[in-house]
C-alpha cells in the first residue's frame, strides 16, 4: 500500500529505530512507548489487521512469533516478563491498519489494560 506508514517505515522510507529486520518481518521502537520497553513488530507484506490472516498467511504469524522469541531475549525482558498486543478493528483500538503486534515490557504490567 502506497500510502501506509508501516509500509514506508518497513521500506526505509520514514526513518524509525530498527531493532531487527530480516526478509519478512521489521521491528521498531514504538515512537509513543507504553513501557520502558515497547517494541513493534510488523510483517512487511501489507497485511490490514488479524481480520485478514488466514491459512495462506500462517507461515508470517509463525514467523512472528519467532522473531518475538529472540526480541525479548535480546531486549533483556524473557525472564521478567512481558506482554504481547494485537488491536484489531477501531473498537479493538488498531490506528494503522497494518497487522502490528506491540511487545511491551520492563515494568510490571497491570490487567485489565485500558
Known amino acids: 500500500m502506497n500510502d501506509c506508514i508501516f509500509c514506508k517505515i518497513s521500506k526505509g522510507e520514514i526513518p524509525s529505530k530498527k531493532v531487527y529486520e ?9 515512537i509513543s512507548p507504553e513501557a520502558p520497553v515497547h517494541v513493534l513488530v510488523i510483517p512487511k507484506e501489507h497485511i490490514a489487521s488479524a481480520n ?10 509463525a514467523h512472528i512469533y ?24 477501531e473498537d479493538g483500538g488498531q490506528t494503522v491498519n497494518h497487522l502490528h503486534f506491540h511487545i511491551l515490557g520492563g515494568r510490571s504490567l497491570k490487567w485489565p489494560p485500558g
Open 52 to 61: 485478514d490472516i488466514d491459512e495462506s498467511k500462517s507461515d508470517i504469524i
Open 66 to 89: 519467532l522473531v518475538i522469541h529472540k526480541i525479548v531475549r535480546e531486549l533483556g525482558i524473557a525472564e521478567t516478563g512481558y506482554r504481547i498486543v494485537n488491536n484489531c478493528g
Open 22 to 30: 530480516d526478509d519478512k518481518v521489521f521491528v521498531f521502537h514504538d
